[in-house]
């Protein structure tokens, strides 16, 4: 993901003091401010960005929300910090932030050496490829020789370099500062194909002059699940996290929407009583109350209606649910069961 | 019958060639080889450059509409700008509050204005007001939380309005600490000095940049757990600290181009350091370096668009973050040229206003 190296470095070296101070209580904390302060990115299509009433919108802002809505009973008291790749983690270990959801690619040597717990995959991502349509190439395999347009000092870079060189074939890196200039250069004709993360090959199709012309290869030439992330040290809090997510999650599963979710409390199934707190105590075992799903779900509605908003087909960059989908149809998404 | 006519016959009219448009055209425009050929090379760009250019802007842009389907003329898309009209002035601040920023900017454009003009009367007065007034006021109302309004964290603060509040606290604040580290840097106690040379150096040597990160990444982790210390502030205190090293060498080039006999003048006249600085060397430095000083305010404002690396959104990635928005086609040209066009107006009003000081306080060194 859009890693920069540096930041990792200088959290890594930092963070290590960090790693073995347990935080104080945020659920406490978060209660007295009344307010969850979450990390988002200063602005990534589909994940997060301010809409046109100026209000931060997208699916790792929707994290933040389902977890206000658990905690404090109303997803709207979330206070955002746009945050850069550089300084996300920082924010997090000094504790200017409670959540941090901001596209984080979940990695080994994040989760283990920076103090802080990855509390789920809110998106599968991968890093892909796009291509103008004229070239009439069909797999990435066909690319030998190409030149490749590329956002500088991220991860993509890498791998990208990692791909070509198993296959044994060659490219031109055309290296631009951001991913619109990376979009231009690729409308310019500066480069045969342009790579970044899929979620944001299909965002930057849709500012192009004519969005039909460009097509994205089938070939995902890297793991970047994304996710929220806690400090570690705060076993609760991470758990608040965790299962807000997986409700969310199993929500969609269990057909339960915004929609019907008042209605399906009088559900007999016995997993949607759990689920919405109608049976169990559930909800305490989290130090929350018995309808934390249940809020989660009417105010912020299922996965699958945070997906279909914020990046799926009503929203502008029409992204299948592919390998998002639930583990019962065909994807990978698949959360434990709340019981 | 005389043959003589004695009435004068009329003026012939002078030769097109050289009255009217051709007139003018021969003598401006092709008057010689080279002109001739800076003139085609003109034309060339006029039709290459500007026509396109005005014929995106306006003929063909689309001013008014809703969203991306009012945007069919192929020109720029105003409506976007003007959809995010909000965004780009306010940032986050909620609607209600709004009237807060207003009042601000109006009372930041009442007291500025007067500047300009010669005649206005108070002008002392207002400009106390401009410099320490207005901050206090200012301070108090976009923070809120006091007086019955509520309180707007900073984190919401965005826009225009950010951009403003990082440069003209900084300008406010980098002038009088400019000043004194200036005089510190040639005082003749060493620890004064030797502080002020540090200070100077170590922040000049510096880039903004590297301060602002140091600022947002490194200073929290330096602070105990759950002590944080508001961003803003942070990159504000960079901000002015970066500043007034750079002010300080400025003022002490005017220091040193004032003759040494206004200096033993003012000893003979038996003024102590405060006032012979105060009334005798400082009026005349200070004036000698307005260009200077003013060449510091406006790269400051420029500056502070480098707080968009530490995720503040001021004018610039408020711009950036609105223009990815895919419910909008390519709207980047657009976004930029209008974040352009704000800091031009800024930027030249200084500029004309550092011209009307210069103006106004020439004594005899103008040449």
Redesign the interface.
């Known amino acids: 993901m859009k890693s920069k190296m540096l930041g990792v470095l200088v959290a890594a070296g930092t963070a290590v003091a960090f790693a073995a101070t347990a935080s104080a209580a945020t659920l406490d904390d978060v209660k007295k401010k009344g307010h969850v302060q979450c990390g988002v990115n200063t602005g990534v299509p589909g994940f997060a960005l301010p809409d046109s009433k100026n209000q931060w919108t997208g699916l790792d802002v929707d994290v933040c929300r389902a977890v206000a809505a658990a905690v404090l009973g109303d997803a709207g008291k979330v206070k955002y910090t746009p945050l850069t790749a550089k300084e996300r983690f920082t924010a997090l270990q000094s504790g200017e932030i409670d959540i941090l959801s901001r596209n984080t690619t979940w990695t080994h040597t994040r989760d283990t050496s920076l103090g802080l717990n990855f509390a789920g995959v809110n998106y599968y991502d991968g890093q892909g490829f796009l291509v103008n349509k004229s070239l009439g190439v069909k797999s990435a395999k066909e690319l030998d020789g190409a030149s490749v347009c590329i956002q500088a000092g991220t991860t993509t870079e890498l791998n990208l370099a990692d791909y070509f060189k198993q296959n044994g074939m060659k490219y031109k890196a055309v290296v631009f500062d951001t991913s619109d200039q990376t979009r231009q250069g690729f409308e310019a004709n500066r480069c045969d194909m342009l790579t970044s993360d899929a979620s944001q090959l299909y965002a930057l199709r849709t500012k192009m002059k004519n969005p039909n012309g460009a097509i994205v290869l089938p070939e995902i030439i890297s793991k970047e699940p994304l996710g929220p992330v806690v400090r570690q040290g705060d076993d609760q809090w991470f758990n608040i996290v965790r299962w807000s997510m997986n409700a969310w999650i199993n929500a969609e599963e269990l057909g339960i929407t915004s929609g019907n979710a008042d209605k399906m409390k009088g559900s007999k199934n016995p997993n949607v009583k759990r689920l919405l707190g109608t049976s169990g105590d559930l909800g305490q075992k989290l130090g929350l109350d018995n309808a934390w799903a249940y809020r989660i779900v009417k105010q912020v509605g299922n996965y699958s209606e945070s997906f279909e908003r914020n990046v799926g087909m009503s929203s502008p960059l029409k992204i299948a649910r592919g390998v998002n989908a639930l583990w019962n149809k065909g994807g990978i998404m698949y959360a434990p069961p709340i019981r | 019958m005389s043959i003589i006519n004695h009435s004068t016959s009329p003026d012939l009219p002078p030769p097109v060639t050289e009255v009217g448009v051709i007139g003018w055209m021969r003598h401006n425009l092709f008057s010689s080889p080279l002109n001739f050929a800076l003139t085609l090379v003109g034309a060339y760009l006029i039709f290459t450059f500007f026509i396109p250019a005005f014929d995106w802007a306006i003929w063909s842009a689309n001013f008014t509409g809703k969203d991306q389907s009012a945007c069919t003329g192929g020109g720029a898309c105003w409506v976007f700008i003007a ?2 009209l ?2 780009f002035v ?3 601040f909620p ?1 209600a509050e709004y009237w807060r920023v207003n009042i601000v900017f109006i009372l930041l454009a009442a007291l500025l204005i007067p500047q300009f003009i010669e005649a206005f009367p108070y002008k002392m007065w207002l400009g106390w007001a401009l410099l320490v007034g207005l901050p206090i006021v200012s301070y108090f109302l976009l923070i809120g939380g006091s007086f019955g309004i509520v309180h707007v ?1 900073t ?1 919401k603060w965005g826009g225009i309005m950010l951009t403003l509040v990082l440069s003209f606290v900084g300008i406010v604040a980098a002038l009088p600490i400019g000043i004194v580290l200036a005089l510190g840097r040639r005082s003749n106690m060493p620890v004064i000095r030797g502080i002020c040379i540090g200070f100077i150096e170590l922040w000049r040597g510096v880039p903004l940049i590297s301060v602002l ?1 140091m600022a ?3 200073l ?2 330096f ?1 105990p ?2 002590l ?1 210390f508001n ?1 803003l502030l942070r990159a504000l205190i960079g901000i002015v600290m970066f500043q007034s090293a750079y002010m300080a060498e400025v003022i002490r080039g005017g220091l040193q181009a004032i003759p040494k006999g206004q200096y033993e003048a003012a000893d003979a006249l038996g003024l102590g350091y405060w006032k012979s600085m105060g009334l005798i060397i400082l009026p005349q430095a200070l004036k000698l370096v307005i260009p200077g000083i003013v060449n510091t305010f406006i790269a400051l404002f420029k500056d502070t668009t480098l707080v ?6 001021d004018i610039l ?2 711009v ?8 909008w ?2 709207v ?1 040209t657009e976004g930029y040229v209008f974040a352009a066009f704000v800091f031009w107006i800024f930027c030249f009003g200084m500029s004309r206003y550092s011209q009307a000081l210069e103006r106004k306080l020439h004594t005899g060194h103008k040449r």
Not at chain 2, 308 to 313: A, K, S, T, Y
Not at chain 2, 320 to 327: G, L, Y
């Open positions: 959809d995010r909000n965004f306010y940032g986050f609607d964290e984190e990160f947002s990444v490194m929290p982790l602070l757990e759950g944080n961003k968009l690396i530490i995720g503040l959104l990635a408020s950036q973050a609105s223009i990815i928005d895919p419910a086609s390519d980047a």
